[in-house]
């Protein structure tokens, strides 16, 4: 079996777009490219589709933004590099920053509080 490897034109197209709107690549991308250039052309793809250039329903200060607060619950220290660089380029307030960090902080919690449900049970039949 064959797998096509994009050129090597569209990897550089894509990693200098990553440039012009994050103001650097992430370093697992700079590895991805070397190792394995579809890897990078699959994650242009699935970027393309989650954050579209044109057509979405957020603008791309939202969308920078959701995608901080959701790295930042999930602990995902790459992306939320990423975003952060991003939210650089684009002059993100830092007003707006702090509410994203608060979002993701109370759906961390809340996480907690909803997990606990069975420790409130069993408090309960005590």
């Not at 994650?43 to 044109?54: D, I």
């Not at 979405?56 to 607060?69: C, I, K, M, N, S």
């Amino acid at each position: 079996m064959t797998t096509m490897m994009p050129p090597t034109t569209e990897i550089d197209q894509i990693l200098a777009g990553m440039r012009a709107s994050m103001g650097e690549i992430p370093p697992a991308i700079v590895k991805a490219a070397t190792s394995d250039p579809r890897m990078v052309a699959e994650q242009f793809r699935s970027s393309a589709f989650a954050m579209p250039g044109e057509g979405g329903a957020l603008d791309p200060e939202t969308r920078t933004l959701v995608y901080l607060a959701v790295a930042l619950a999930t602990s995902n220290h790459a992306c939320t590099t990423a975003m952060l660089n991003k939210a650089r380029v684009q002059s993100i307030s830092s007003d707006k920053l702090l509410e994203a960090l608060h979002i993701a902080r109370y759906a961390m919690a809340t996480k907690v509080l909803g997990d606990a449900e069975p420790v409130f049970d069993l408090i309960a039949e005590r």
